[in-house]
């Protein structure tokens, strides 16, 4: 394989595996507000328990997410010195705001998080979380701003020519608030929230599936579920908004979430299907004019197709077309998913169903399949371009670095993010399996109360809680 494709195959894994852990911190970053604010409200141990729990799973998950991401500054100055030298400018102000507004901000206080039970008064506590919370979204901000700018540059201009060229900042705001911004951040943090409510959904499912836990498993259930219902929701719009923008700046990529060809014709819009690129045709369900109706309200407006750009202007258009579609797919799957179980909770039904509790114990997949085959449409449907119009891929390399080396270096990087990984999960399933408490597992009676034998071995319902709280107390520093 030539350096240009691996080169692109390393930066695709290494970000894609990282990918996995910012969505869970931000998502349960909200569930850990919600859970602690309902502390701070009730006074009900139950809450204050669950977000200890929690707690730890998010230090587990921002650790390795921090040691993930590091990687991929490395790979800019090696593998994409050419890349790095055009945005540096735009990239450095950014990443700059990120380690001072975001990073310093979730760090700084993510000690007091999680070490500083009994050490600070309750509301110094949820403050802290909150502002952990914030610094993570923070963080996805100054990211999203800067690989917006790719997708549609704005506010600077070009210094040099050749491979001396740059872009450098003439308007940080114009910068920041480029033309694509706002919709892609919406869009990414409201699939954060999803993959982070999704986590704590399937865990708290599997618990009531086994009988552990019930109680306070059916509160985190409860959270969790509004977190997602609203943000699935939530996406419907977020991603209408965001192919309006791609129709207007981007539309070679919109054309190839289709596989639209016609130059001015009105546009399908596919439930599924396969493009033939050699023949320009899709074979699939559609709904006839539905892109055209979508994006003027109109279902026979002409929309601009691939054929009305050169043909090394276009994206690999059936990748993106599947991506994008699975993409949808997942994210009606999610409300469906949602809606069914807060209809079912509404009507007292929703315990009983175990085949939908099973259901969301894998359903924790979704989101994050979601988020990548949607980070895979956006950053494939912009090629050739690196920056939109202004740089391609191809030019963007390192000159210096030979095919040999990236090869090492995917090997190398393959080995150690599969180590990383089987760590994760070992150190995740541990703390499931230990949950947010040493009470024995529950047992609920015909309506749905506890027996009287796991009253006594849970320290929140328990008279007897104090040995079993003192208990609990030696695993609050367990990260």
């Known amino acids: 394989m030539s350096v240009e494709i691996l080169a692109r195959v390393q930066f695709a894994f290494t970000i894609a595996f990282h990918y996995i852990y910012p969505p869970l911190s931000i998502g349960l970053g909200v569930v ?47 593998n994409w010195a050419t890349y790095s030298r055009y945005v540096g400018d735009i990239f450095g102000s950014a990443l700059a705001a990120e380690g001072i507004f975001a990073f310093a901000l979730e760090s700084g206080f993510l000690g007091i998080l999680l070490f500083g039970w009994h050490r600070v008064s309750p509301r110094v506590h949820f403050f802290a979380t909150v502002m952990v919370a914030l610094g993570s979204m923070f963080s996805a901000v100054w990211i999203v701003v800067a690989n917006s700018w790719q997708q549609t540059p ?38 954060s929230f999803l993959a982070g409510s999704f986590l704590v959904l399937s865990v708290s499912a599997w618990y009531l599936l086994k009988g552990r836990f019930v109680e306070s498993s059916k509160a985190a259930f409860k959270i969790a579920l509004a977190v997602a219902t609203v943000s699935g929701l939530g996406q419907l719009f977020t991603g209408h908004h965001s192919a309006n923008g791609v129709a207007v700046n981007q539309p070679a990529k919109l054309a190839a ?17 396969w493009v033939d690129t050699k023949t320009h045709k899709v074979s699939g369900l559609s709904i006839p004019g539905g892109l055209s109706f979508l ?5 026979k407006a002409p929309v601009r197709g691939l054929n009305s750009f050169r043909p090394e202007d276009r994206p690999p258009v059936n990748f993106v077309f599947q991506t994008y579609h699975v993409m949808v797919a997942i994210g009606l799957a999610l409300i469906g998913l949602t809606l069914l179980a807060s209809w079912l909770l509404w009507r007292g039904r929703l315990w009983q169903s175990r085949w939908l509790l099973s259901v ?32 391609r891929t191809s030019h963007a390399l390192s000159k210096a670095v030979t095919a040999g080396q990236v090869w090492f270096s995917l090997i190398l990087f393959t080995l150690v993010y599969a180590l990383l990984f089987a760590l994760f999960l070992y150190l995740l399933n541990k703390k499931i399996q230990h949950g947010p408490g040493d009470e024995a597992p529950n047992t609920d009676d015909a309506d749905g109360h506890l027996s009287p034998a796991s009253k006594r071995n849970n320290p929140v319902i328990s008279h007897e809680a104090p040995a079993a709280s003192a208990a609990a107390l030696s695993h609050v520093s367990d990260l």
């Open 32 to 78: 850990l507000v919600i859970m602690e604010g309902m502390f701070l409200k009730t006074r009900n141990p139950m809450y204050e328990q669950l977000t200890r729990f929690w707690i730890r799973i998010f230090a587990l998950i921002f650790g390795i997410g921090v040691a993930t991401g590091i990687v991929m500054e490395f790979e800019f100055g090696t």
């Open 360 to 391: 969301f114990v894998a359903a924790v997949l979704l989101p994050q399949l979601g988020n990548q085959v949607g980070w895979y449409s956006a950053e494939v449907g912009r090629q050739p371009w690196v920056v939109y119009g202004l740089l």
């Open 257 to 273: 979430f289709e596989g639209h060809y016609a130059a001015a014709a009105p546009a399908d819009m596919y439930l599924l299907g």
């Open 295 to 299: 994006l003027h309200q109109d279902f």
């Open 154 to 191: 704005a506010g600077f201009h070009i210094v040099g020519s050749g491979l001396t060229a740059r872009a450098e900042v003439t308007d940080f705001w114009a910068m920041v608030f480029n033309p694509s911004s706002v919709d892609r951040l919406s869009h990414a943090i409201i699939g």
